[in-house]
């Protein structure tokens, strides 16, 4: 069985949609209450690495792509979640199922203004301490 | 009762890429704690990026790293042409061969570098001069086909800027060929050195399991035993086409870092050569006016490991989200369980073995946190460090006499 029937066998319902712009490029939609259940999935059972997250600032919502990569085939497997609430985007903390998320967290975290629950040790990566509170650089309209 | 030390190791130095400060937490000799604090020089490029038109933005990632200035360039162009359909159908066949050269070449004068201020850092400072020196002629190279030593300026959006004459290659050929020598003196110098093995061997080690939890990738993973590498498993360039190996260590310490990378070089050798001989005729450019609405992602194997680009087009003549993340941000996280454990006169070489940027170790202080008072320098570590393998190098002499 190859590694999109595990993903769509694991994945079910949780799927939201499924987009693949190229055999190696494949977008997976989720709701954001699955985001890390679906991710321990990939990264425990399915053995992806986790390569990093795009947190992007869209109209409509917050947007997170994780991207995890499936170094036996090539594949980029990314993980879409769409936070709707613009005011207090939140989200599941990753880093609990592994660290490599926390560093990545953090730097959304204060270049987004997004909230990841139960990180454990959200504090400022990039930007310098006296960098004013609640003004996020990567939001659009700054 | 422990007596606990705070050591602050950074800032930067703001000559070099990615600046970063270690607090370590030290109990007598022994590192019990370390705090990572990055940031010192964060340019907000992947803000600018979006005020860059498509074609400008090639330059601007070319300058988040002198070292590896064509890994972010090339993972760049990758993903804005994941949103065309693909290197693969869209770039002429000779701007693939000429990439991969460029980055392979990169990788040998990389892979130079860091070997160089490893020896340093351990007091083998012919290592750091000899190193240095046969970089040069890799740096010319650069300068001979790319007309830069560094920040190369090559990679453009479906091709590169500059061709390669012919009369450059037998130069090229004859430059890697007087390396080779260089290389088997390293593995030589390294490998069958009982100093550098007692100092190396079963330091700052990573597990597997360490490594497949901080997603570390590159050397710093292979070295761990974890069998990745962009080049064959998300194949770019003209790697898929060419004859090379991956080197893997397991035991996930100093010693592996060190000889995957030295056996590394073998290898870019062996690629560049098979590029050379194998280089198609033809155009360098495909000439691409517009970029469609989309999202592309591409990756490049950088030196120092997988190096990640995320770009997201609205159809403008500018990206609307550019995600990038080098290679060192997975990797220097994981120094929280490399140097944790070990001792103090073996932080500068920990934190160095991941191939970070050396500034940081440059830049060290021991300080005693009850009294404030004892205060040591970055060279007094440095100093630390190298009179650990000279105390060695005496034991190993009486031994041998």
Not at chain 1, 57 to 70: G, M, V
Not at chain 2, 14 to 22: G, I, T, V
Not at chain 2, 238 to 264: C, P, Q
Not at chain 2, 374 to 385: F, T, V
């Amino acid at each position: 069985m190859d590694m999109i029937e595990k993903i769509k066998e694991g994945l079910g319902v949780r799927i939201v949609s499924w987009e693949e712009h190229s055999p190696r490029r494949i977008y997976i939609t989720v709701k954001k209450e699955d985001i890390f259940e679906v991710s321990r999935f990939l990264f425990k059972e399915l053995g992806l690495r986790f390569s990093t997250a795009s947190g992007i600032d869209t109209p409509l919502a917050f947007e997170i792509i994780y991207h995890f990569s499936d170094d036996a085939s090539g594949a980029v497997y990314s993980l879409r979640v769409m936070l709707s609430d613009k005011l207090h985007p939140e989200v599941d903390s990753l880093a609990p199922i592994f660290a490599g998320a926390e560093w990545v967290e953090r730097e959304i975290w204060e270049m987004l203004g997004i909230n990841f629950k139960n990180h454990p040790n959200l504090k400022r990566l990039l930007l310098a301490e006296d960098w004013p509170q609640g003004d996020y650089p990567l939001r659009q309209g700054k | 009762m422990s007596h606990r030390v705070i050591v602050p190791i950074g800032p930067y130095h703001p000559l070099q890429e990615e600046p970063e400060f270690f607090q370590l937490y030290v109990e007598g000799e022994r590192v019990v704690d370390i705090d990572i604090i990055i940031g010192y020089n964060h340019r907000g490029i992947e803000k600018l990026s979006e005020s860059k038109h498509f074609d400008q933005v090639a330059f601007l990632v070319e300058r988040i790293c002198g070292i590896c200035s064509s890994s972010h360039p090339y993972a760049y162009v990758l993903a804005v042409e994941d949103i065309l359909g693909g290197e693969e159908k869209l770039v002429p066949e000779r701007a693939v061969y000429i990439r991969t050269i460029v980055d392979e070449l990169q990788r040998i004068h990389s892979h130079l570098l860091w070997l160089g201020l490893a020896g340093h850092f351990i007091g083998y400072n012919t290592v750091w001069m000899w190193a240095w020196k046969y970089r040069e002629p890799v740096l010319d190279c650069f300068e001979m086909i790319t007309g830069n030593r560094n920040n190369y300026g090559m990679l453009k959006i479906g091709g590169i800027r500059r061709d390669i004459k012919d009369a450059d290659i037998s130069v090229l050929k004859k430059t890697l060929d007087e390396l080779v020598p260089a290389v088997d003196m390293f593995k030589g110098a390294v490998m069958d050195d009982p100093v550098i093995k007692a100092r190396l061997v079963g330091v700052g080690v990573l597990t597997k399991e360490q490594a497949i939890d901080y997603c570390v990738v590159g050397p710093t993973a292979r070295a761990s035993g974890i069998n990745i590498d962009v080049r064959r498993d998300d194949p770019y360039g003209a790697y898929s086409n060419l004859d090379w190996n991956i080197i893997m260590e397991k035991d996930g310490d100093i010693f592996a870092k060190t000889v995957v990378r030295i056996l590394e070089m073998y290898e870019s050798i062996r690629i560049i050569r098979q590029c050379l001989d194998k280089l198609p005729r033809g155009a360098i450019d495909a000439d691409i006016k517009d970029i469609p609405v989309g999202e592309g992602i591409g990756r490049v194997e950088a030196p120092r490991g997988e190096c990640i680009h995320y770009i997201k087009s609205d159809g403008t003549n500018r990206p609307i989200r550019h995600k990038i993340r080098a290679p060192s941000f997975m990797n220097v996280a994981s120094n929280k369980v490399g140097a944790v454990g070990g001792t103090i006169s073996d932080a500068t070489i920990t934190l160095a073995a991941v191939d970070p940027c050396y500034c940081c170790t440059e830049r060290v202080a021991v300080i005693n946190k009850p009294d404030n008072k004892k205060i040591m320098n970055g060279w007094d570590l440095i100093k630390l460090s190298q009179e650990k393998t000279n105390k060695l190098r005496e034991r190993f002499k009486d031994g041998g006499a």
